[in-house]
């Protein structure tokens, strides 16, 4: 696969002047270690984070990807898919803060790799890839072979425990927490001969009489007392059968405290196998030993969480995030780095706060500027920005990065940090410092909206969603109607053409819109009329031109239907395929939890959906 991808076209696209100047720290698993320490004091000292991610692909169908008649629910059913199926390759943090018109940032450039580094299936076995993003990397100038040898590989929190399991690695106890029950006759039984045991192998090792016996006497003493060495110090094992038994052990210990250390051996199913004792030779040596004990465990921690030590990083500074589409990149972090997706939006909300408690979404502050509503491209607003108000903001990034000048890798997170800080400047908003982990309130309404057709704060809050458009009506999801079976070569305004006259329904005021080249969607504005056109496709009274169309192939299908399909997973590459999949069900149109109560969208003027924009 290496061989393979270094073949690609290694060419660097231009960068404007501005960008030129910008330096990124391109960071690979050869320089993680020291950009760790000095990443932990920038996020310290900075007021937001900015990610952005760098994926192996989105969406493998136009209608695969969020659409402004989609719901939070089926919003998240489509980011969650594209999050378990695709992969990250990059991953770009910039902490930074803004001083009046000064942004200062210090963003990096986090190149990973799910590599299985403890050759234990995890964090993934594959992962798709789509050939327009893979060109697109290497166009920019992509390493791929520096990416599959040296990227940075992670385990999620929830991979972390089961790793740990099988690397079954002896863990240092530094605290024994005594149980409030009383000993039974056979734990009393159990405790008094581990103790005898422990005792004469202690006596028998700090004997010095012992140690000038012969070779074979010494090897049958050390035979006979269970004597073994952790590196140069004398150990024995204590065999245990339950949790209960290592506590008696552990408690007991305690009378020895002044030499002697515990560590507990792992069996294979999770439980503890083993008490290893360790012998010091003096109060020195066991706080020599015991630093040496968790230096290692923090060096098997660090291997074993990988990438994703940046990640708690950013939750413990408690930081607010800043991202551009929110809700594909945080399905994706919740996914690689935390747990996986949980099924419905309610639930990924509430985890995802007990990480990161503030998202910003710049897209939703955009907003705030008519213009910018539709636009969805981050040099595109910045250059109208920088056309339409005067708001300067000059950015200082302090890194001396020499090795990987000239790449620009990692520049979309500064492009947000800076997009942000000049929307802040126009919208009069001025963010809180860094002593101050909380939100301006004029910031805070902005905040944890993940879902990218909220049309403002406020819309946000009861499950609408929204387009971006000048010109928006709402309707309710249960006046829409899905349309398949007609000619791929149909447009919006032929069929609306076609529809108009073939029944009593299409009398009053509808809209029609392609959603792909097999489907549309039809809404009613007239409330009522969207349940009688579904009843009179079925019914056998069909008559005049409407009959004649569906006796071509013509199909319908409520939104319901449509909100099964996301929730099932029924993700063909045509949505008339999967529509026409999700009726063949008879029980998948019970309603689901979270999405009982009926829901509005927003509607646009326009007839015709382009798809090159899909």
């Not at 819109?513 to 489907?519: E, F, G, T």
Request: charged share 25%; net charge neutral; with cysteine.
């Amino acid at each position: 696969m290496a061989a393979l991808l270094s073949l690609l076209p290694q060419r660097r696209c231009l960068c404007t002047k501005p960008h030129n100047k910008w330096s990124v720290k391109q960071v690979t698993k050869l320089n993680f270690e020291e950009s760790l320490s000095e990443i932990k004091t920038h996020i310290a000292h900075s007021d937001f984070i900015a990610v952005s991610l760098q994926r192996t692909g989105s969406v493998s169908a136009p209608w695969h990807r969020v659409l402004p008649f989609d719901t939070p629910h089926t919003a998240y059913a489509k980011a969650k898919r594209a999050a378990e199926r695709f992969q990250l390759l990059q991953f770009a943090v910039c902490p930074f803060s803004i001083r009046a018109s000064k942004l200062l940032a210090h963003p990096y450039n986090f190149h990973l790799f799910p590599r299985d580094e403890l050759k234990m299936g995890m964090p993934s076995y594959s992962f798709s890839c789509q050939t327009s993003y893979l060109t697109s990397m290497a166009r920019d100038g992509f390493d791929f072979n520096a990416c599959i040898y040296d990227g940075i590989s992670y385990l999620s929190r929830a991979q972390e425990p089961a790793a740990r399991l099988q690397m079954r690695n002896p863990m240092p106890i530094t605290h024994v927490v005594k149980s409030s029950s009383t000993p039974s006759v056979a734990d009393s039984v159990f405790i008094e001969r581990v103790k005898s045991r422990v005792k004469h192998w202690r006596n028998a090792c700090k004997d010095s009489s012992a140690n000038r016996d012969e070779p074979l006497l010494s090897s049958l003493r050390k035979l006979v007392l269970g004597n073994e060495e952790y590196g140069t110090r004398p150990c024995m094992n204590i065999d245990v059968c339950s949790e209960r038994q290592v506590q008696l052990v552990l408690e007991m210990l305690e009378e020895f405290s002044d030499d002697l250390v515990p560590l507990i051996i792992p069996a294979k199913g999770g439980a503890t196998q083993t008490v290893r004792v360790i012998l010091t030779s003096s109060k020195e040596d066991k706080v020599l030993l015991q630093n040496e004990l968790q230096n290692l465990q923090d060096e098997q921690t660090k291997k074993v969480r990988g990438f994703r030590e940046v990640i708690d990083l950013i939750s413990a500074s408690q930081r607010p995030v800043v991202s551009h589409n929110s809700l594909n990149d945080f399905t994706f972090i919740h996914s690689k780095f935390i747990t996986p997706l949980p099924p419905n939006v309610d639930e990924f909300m509430c985890s995802l706060r007990l990480v990161f408690p503030l998202v910003l979404d710049v897209q939703q502050l955009m907003k705030e500027i008519g213009p910018l509503r539709k636009v969805t491209n981050i040099p595109t607003a910045i250059s109208y920005l920088k056309d339409h108000f005067f708001a300067p903001i000059d950015m200082e990034t302090l890194h001396q990065d020499t090795v990987n000048e000239g790449k620009i890798h990692g520049h979309n997170v500064l492009r947000i940090a800076y997009l942000f800080a000049k929307l802040c400047s126009i919208l009069r908003i001025a963010p809180a410092e860094s002593d101050n982990k909380s939100l301006v309130p004029a910031l805070e309404e902005y905040a944890n909206i993940l879902n990218p057709c909220s049309m403002s704060p406020q819309e946000s809050t009861d499950g609408d969603v929204s387009i971006w458009t000048n010109s928006t009506r709402k309707v309710s999801c249960e006046h829409l109607v899905f349309l398949w079976g007609f000619k791929r070569t149909m447009t919006a305004g032929k069929l609306k053409s076609l529809l108009q006259g073939s029944h009593d329904v299409f009398s009053e005021e509808f809209d029609v819109r392609l959603v792909d080249k097999s489907c549309a969607i039809v809404v009613f504005w007239k409330p009522g009329l969207s349940e009688t056109f579904l009843n009179v496709m079925n019914s056998e009274e069909i008559c005049g031109s409407l009959r004649e169309m569906v006796s071509e192939g013509l199909r319908a299908a409520c939104y319901a239907n449509y909100k099964n399909i996301c929730r099932l997973g029924i993700w063909e590459a045509d949505l008339a395929e999967s529509l026409e999949k999700v009726l063949e069900e008879p029980d998948c149109l019970g309603k689901t939890d979270s999405e009982t109560n009926p829901l509005e969208v927003h509607w646009f003027s326009d007839l015709v959906i382009n798809l090159d924009d899909l």
